[in-house]
């Protein structure tokens, strides 16, 4: 695997090898590598001739400092991962070549995608990360952007920003890789304690309960009742939400036919998890 660290030596190498008209997939990452992000460069691997991960821990998109401070990071380790997946590139910069001087951020109308849910928790959050994905994407350029489930609504903004940026970029969405026990796979699990690890399931379980227990009609009391389950177990809950699938407009009252996503935001001890089941 060829690891890049500078902008420019990464461009002059893609614009030579784009010569021969390779297709190139990306995967961007922040690192603390795990399958989950594995099973995005695999898929890249199945469809491109070219796939190029990166690594960086984009400041820009931490509203929290103490959440930026504590992000993990195992460069060794996220080496060896892809090493073993076959992946060909590797982009590792440091915050000087994704923000040169001069750089100039500028702002994306993301309209009410940007109110809800991540959005209305973490203030400035998906600014941060259209500003990374579109200046990782300036210097990559590639035919294909893998992004995961996991971060649904990040998907959604994404898609979002490549129309507005006019960018033509094909988007794939991979599904959530889990544990086992259904704990979706995270770089934030590491953090968790060996209680909290077990009891983070219970994310998974109520959105399962959510997604067999939906009916048409208002969902107010479903909503309200999965809460309550996270509460039970010692969550501290910023949301727990039932919105369109396509769209992500709250479903208030669902007419059983729109497809849906169930969403959930939840502290386990410490750590902000985030997870999703869709319901069609
Ligand atoms: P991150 O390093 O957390 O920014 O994630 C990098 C990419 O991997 C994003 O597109 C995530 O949605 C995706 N990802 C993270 N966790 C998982 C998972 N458990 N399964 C599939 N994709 C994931």
């Known amino acids: 695997m060829r690891i890049f660290r500078k902008s420019d030596d990464l461009m002059e190498f893609l614009r030579l090898n784009h010569v021969d008209g390779l297709k ?40 929290n400092p103490e959440d930026l401070a504590k992000y993990p990071v195992t460069i060794e380790k996220d080496i060896d991962m892809l090493e073993a997946s076959g992946c060909q590139l590797l982009f590792l910069p440091d915050p000087s070549q994704i923000y040169p001087a001069g750089y100039q951020a500028r702002h994306y109308d993301l309209g009410y995608l940007e109110t809800i849910l991540e959005g209305k928790y973490r203030p400035g959050h998906f600014q941060g990360v259209c500003q990374v994905v579109d200046r990782l994407l300036s210097i990559v350029n590639p035919d294909i952007l893998y992004l995961g489930r996991k971060d649904y609504q ?23 890789m889990r544990e086992p026990n259904g704990l979706a796979m995270s770089s934030r699990n590491v953090r968790l304690n060996e209680s909290d690890r077990v009891r983070a399931i219970q994310i998974y379980r109520s959105l399962q309960w959510l ?20 509460t039970d177990h010692g969550f501290e809950v910023d949301y727990v939400e039932i919105a369109s699938a396509e769209s992500l407009s709250i479903t208030e009252v669902w007419d059983g036919r729109e497809p849906l996503v169930a969403l959930a935001a939840a502290f386990c001890g410490p750590v902000r998890l985030i997870d999703n089941v869709t319901i069609s």
């Open 24 to 63: 190139l997939g990306f995967v961007p990452t922040m690192g603390a590598l795990h399958a989950g992000h594995i099973s995005l460069v695999s898929r890249s691997m199945e469809q491109n001739e070219l796939t190029i991960c990166s690594i960086f821990v984009n400041p820009t998109q931490f509203n």
């Open 154 to 176: 990040q998907c959604m903004v994404i898609a979002r920003m490549l129309t507005l940026t006019g960018r033509n970029i094909t988007l794939d969405f991979v599904e959530t």
């Open 211 to 230: 997604k067999k227990n939906v009916k048409p009609g208002n969902l107010s009391p479903l909503k309200a009742e999965a809460v309550q389950q996270l």
